[in-house]
């Protein structure tokens, strides 16, 4: 069956950058050590699972600090100096995620004392530079943000929608009963068109609902 996502309207604000894989660097500064480490993440309890996991390899740790940021606006974002003085450490890895205009991003940057001082500002310059130097070797990423989409039909026509289903979604979930019953992720700013392709196979007979209901 010939693909029509070569007439799918992407546009550049349905896309997300991001980093591909986990990427982990060590930098010491005066005989501190800072182990960064950048993951790619979904939601929340994503990136706080990965943080737990963080803090338990590496509780012998001085600091463990970080920085998150998730969704295509930026808008859910949370930060920690974890013991540092403030605004020395979570700060500043935050915004060096901001630089490099990434979200969907977890950054952690542990550290082991290393005998000497470095100062509020020997702080801040270690911190940015230990984030920068993991996302220096990550590889960035874009990726359209999606959309849950349910979709509701009978036998007959789940063997008509299915081609479309496979190739065209990201199938999360599906459930037979009296009818079936499919859970689908799709690109943002894709919708109108699958829409239009679904209802024509099925004379419009197929339920759509956006959302994961």
Same mark, same amino acid.
């Given at each position: ?54 803090? %338990?390899? *590496? &509780?012998? /740790? !001085? ?9 295509? $606006? #930026?808008?859910?974002?949370? @930060? ?44 801040? %310059?270690? *911190? &940015?530079? /230990? !984030? ?9 990423? $874009? #990726?359209?943000?999606?959309? @849950? ?65």
């Amino acid at each position: 069956m010939k693909n029509d996502k070569k007439n799918i309207d992407f546009t550049r604000n349905h896309f997300k950058r991001t980093i591909e894989g986990t990427v982990k660097v060590e930098l010491v500064v005066k005989n501190s050590k800072f182990i960064a480490q950048a993951f790619p993440v979904v939601n929340i309890d994503d990136a706080n699972s990965i943080l737990l996991n963080v803090k %338990r390899r *590496y &509780s012998d /740790a !001085t600091h463990n600090c970080f920085a998150y940021v998730i969704g295509l $606006e #930026k808008n859910i974002y949370k @930060f920690s100096d974890d013991g540092e003085p403030s605004g020395t450490a979570g700060k500043p890895i935050l915004q060096t995620i901001h630089h490099f205009n990434l979200t969907d991003i977890l950054v952690i940057v542990t550290r082991y004392f290393g005998g000497v001082k470095l100062g509020a500002s020997g702080l801040v %310059r270690a *911190y &940015s530079n /230990a !984030t920068k130097l993991a996302l220096d070797n990550a590889r960035i990423v $874009e #990726k359209p943000d999606e959309l @849950f989409v349910t979709l509701e039909t009978n036998f007959n026509d789940y063997k008509r929608i299915k081609p479309i289903v496979q190739n065209e979604m990201n199938v999360i979930e599906e459930t037979f009963t009296d009818f079936v019953k499919i859970l689908v992720k799709i690109p943002l700013g894709t919708e109108h068109i699958l829409v239009d392709k679904l209802n024509n196979l099925t004379s419009g007979r197929i339920k759509i609902k956006f959302g994961n209901v």
